[in-house]
């Protein structure tokens, strides 16, 4: 099993243009997470989705990020425009559903830096 | 507000000593905890859980601990190992909901 697939791994950006992050999660997991690590808020899960459908966005930080999984195998985070306080790690996770007690296996993650 | 806790960023251990990882909680709600840990330019992986019902769970090497009236959960290596060297994140949910997690400890074990 390839795990969680992301990309780009790096990605630096200056700032205004549009990013978009790339996530292929474990095949027949039917719940995706993205999530942001700064050092200082740590792990923050941005947006998840239940069979493709998103669930709770309330951790997108504002209209400027969007999600979408148009089938189950495939997602993208998107920042537009990108502003240099976006830098961060974002990962992907997936897990095999939601509301239950299953792991989240998490993709290597993005690194964006926003010049 | 950060709802799981983990005041200590870093923590440097001898080998063959024990590492104790520490997190705290606010939401009294949360019933159950996990423990991931991360190697650089990896995501973070799953090491071990823990449900509300019990106050210990142990895993080889690694035991965690929950107060469910101190809302506090910790984690112990014994012994450690410079293979452990790595950034330890908490995580923590309620029933049907998703998991908070912590902002991490990066733990150095020095051989």
């Known amino acids: 099993d390839a795990g969680v697939i992301q990309s780009p791994r790096h990605e630096v950006t200056e700032m205004g243009q549009e990013v978009t992050l790339r996530c292929k999660p474990i095949?027949?997991?039917?719940?995706l997470f993205w999530y942001r690590q700064t050092m200082m808020r740590g792990l923050e899960l941005l947006i998840y989705f239940n069979n493709n459908v998103p669930i709770d966005d309330s951790g997108m930080p504002e209209d400027r990020f969007s999600a979408k999984m148009p089938n189950a195998s495939f997602s993208t985070l998107k920042i537009q425009p990108s502003e240099p306080r976006d830098s961060a790690v974002y990962f992907c996770a997936s897990s095999p559903r939601m509301g239950g007690r299953e792991t989240q296996y998490f993709g290597p993650g993005t690194r964006l830096l926003v010049l | 507000d950060q709802q799981v806790k983990q005041n200590s960023p870093s923590l440097s251990v001898q080998e063959g000593r024990i590492s104790i990882l520490n997190c705290d909680y606010t939401n009294s709600m949360f019933d159950y905890f996990l423990w991931y840990k991360k190697y650089p330019a990896e995501g973070p992986t799953f090491l071990i859980s823990?449900?509300?019902?019990?106050d210990k769970n142990e895993d080889g090497r690694f035991t965690v601990f929950l107060n469910k009236s101190a809302k506090h959960l910790s984690l112990h290596i014994v012994p450690s190992q410079p293979g452990d060297s790595a950034v330890y994140f908490c995580a923590a949910s309620a029933v049907g909901n998703q998991f908070y997690f912590g902002t991490g400890t990066s733990l150095t074990v020095i051989p």
């Open positions: 095949s027949g997991h039917n719940s």
């Open positions: 823990i449900s509300s019902i019990k």
